[in-house]
T-cell receptor, first 115, second 109 residues
């Protein structure tokens, strides 16, 4: 059974550019969440999607957006990149609407560097 | 708002027992999860407590006291491979997790 797949693994972008990150959840998982991980701020919640609907959104500026497709694949977009957006972006998936006792399965992440 | 506090680092020797405490202040609390992350790796789910009490999964156990807004992860019979960062996370509505800052566990021979 394939895990959560994130592409690309590494990305270098210039300030002001935009970037799109992709996440393919485990087959059958309908909930997809995105987290940003940095040494200073730790793991911070970006947003969560379930069956193509955004159910939760974290405290990030509007430059951060996302969507989920009918096959549960998800993308997140960051526009007008800033140096502070450099981070590891993690996607996580779970089966149902309620995380319950099963927890998330995380992907290996996309390491974004903004120069 | 949501906040979770846990120690930043713990060092122990192989075979020892380590307890990582986590205190939280959250509204709409559903339960407390624990995740392990090795350097360069993805977080992996260890355990979840929705109700007060102890949950045991092999060498790892997790405890929750909702009245005290407190939980802990207990690592027994420490092995070198347990050297990693451990995060507590509170679950609120939907599948939103708020993570603590992480505890780096260093296991020495």
């Amino acid at each position: 059974k394939a895990g959560v797949t994130q592409t690309p693994r590494y990305l270098i972008k210039t300030r002001g550019q935009q970037v799109t990150l992709s996440c393919s959840p485990i087959s059958g998982h309908r909930s997809v969440s995105w987290y940003q991980q940095t040494p200073g701020q730790g793991l911070q919640f970006l947003f969560e999607y379930f069956s193509e609907t955004q159910r939760n959104k974290g405290n990030f500026p509007g430059r951060f957006s996302g969507r989920q497709f009918s096959n549960s694949r998800s993308e997140m977009n960051v526009s007008t990149l800033e140096l502070g957006d450099s981070a590891l972006y993690l996607c996580a998936s779970s089966f149902g609407a309620d995380l319950g006792s099963y927890g998330y399965t995380f992907g290996s992440g996309t390491r974004l560097t903004v120069v | 708002g949501q906040s979770l506090e846990q120690p930043s680092e713990v060092t122990a020797v192989e075979g020892a027992i380590v307890q990582i405490n986590c205190t939280y202040q959250t509204s709409g609390f559903y339960g407390l999860s624990w995740y392990q992350q090795h350097d360069g790796g993805a977080p992996t789910f260890l355990s979840y407590n929705a109700l007060d009490g102890l949950e045991e999964t092999g060498r790892f156990s997790s405890f929750l006291s909702r009245s005290d807004s407190y939980g802990y992860l207990l690592l027994q019979e420490l092995q070198m491979k347990d050297s990693a960062s451990y995060f507590c996370a509170s679950r609120t509505a939907g599948n939103k997790l708020t993570f603590g800052g992480g505890t780096r566990v260093l296991v020495k021979p």
